[in-house]
């Protein structure tokens, strides 16, 4: 009995294996969020909860860019799995550019907070604040390595590494930031309605 695999079965293994370490990697930051989320909702309770604070606009125009970059993303696999390379890339450098944007506005966002006379951190602080700066912070820390795996996979597009029977990376890449996508969306829709 032949115990060799051919490459497509070695790939679709290496690929089964990536993908389920990648879903155990977003159970343990879902868990994260969640504890996160808990905190946030008993500290309601407490005398010094701002009732009176809004989510700045910013972090309205993020969403809808997270949720473009999800899209673009999706494309780019969807492109690539026809062997477009040139619309690959294409889809890949926008959601780059979306990916930074949205970084961009979440710092704008911190800007309008501050700028409003709230604080994250000292005297002048306040808990709703701190959590949401926790929350957010937490997020664009994980968001900054989905960026991060997005430069690696548009280099090795431009070097010629995926096509249409090989992108996992691609679809690795896909998976994190849909994932990314859900979760602030999660995090908008908690912040503004339990806030």
């Known amino acids: 009995m032949d115990t060799m695999m051919t490459k497509e079965e070695y790939q679709s293994r290496t690929g089964k294996s990536y993908k389920l370490i990648l879903l155990f990697a977003m159970v343990s930051m879902t868990m994260m969020f969640a504890g996160l989320t808990s905190a946030f909702v008993v500290s309601k309770s407490r005398v010094d909860w701002l009732k009176n604070f809004e989510l700045p606009v910013a972090f309205f125009a993020s969403t809808l860019v997270i949720v473009a970059c999800s899209l ?7 492109s690539i799995q026809k062997d477009q390379q040139k619309t ?5 450098l926008l ?4 990916g930074i944007s949205f970084v961009v506005l979440q710092f704008v966002g911190f800007g309008e907070i501050v700028a409003n006379g709230f604080y994250f951190t000292g005297p002048a602080s306040s808990i709703t604040t701190t959590f949401l700066y926790i929350v957010t912070v937490m997020h664009l820390l994980h968001l ?6 997005l430069l690696i996979i548009i280099y090795n597009h431009y070097k010629q590494k995926y ?7 691609i679809e690795l890449g896909v998976m994190y930031w849909h994932f990314l996508d859900v979760l602030w969306v999660y995090l908008f829709l908690f912040l503004y309605f339990f806030k």
């Open 144 to 149: 900054a390595g989905g960026l991060v795996s």
């Open 163 to 169: 096509s249409a029977t090989q992108y996992l990376g």
């Open 95 to 98: 959601t780059m550019i979306l």
């Open 88 to 92: 690959t890339m294409q889809w890949l």
């Open 72 to 78: 673009t993303f999706h494309l780019a696999k969807k």
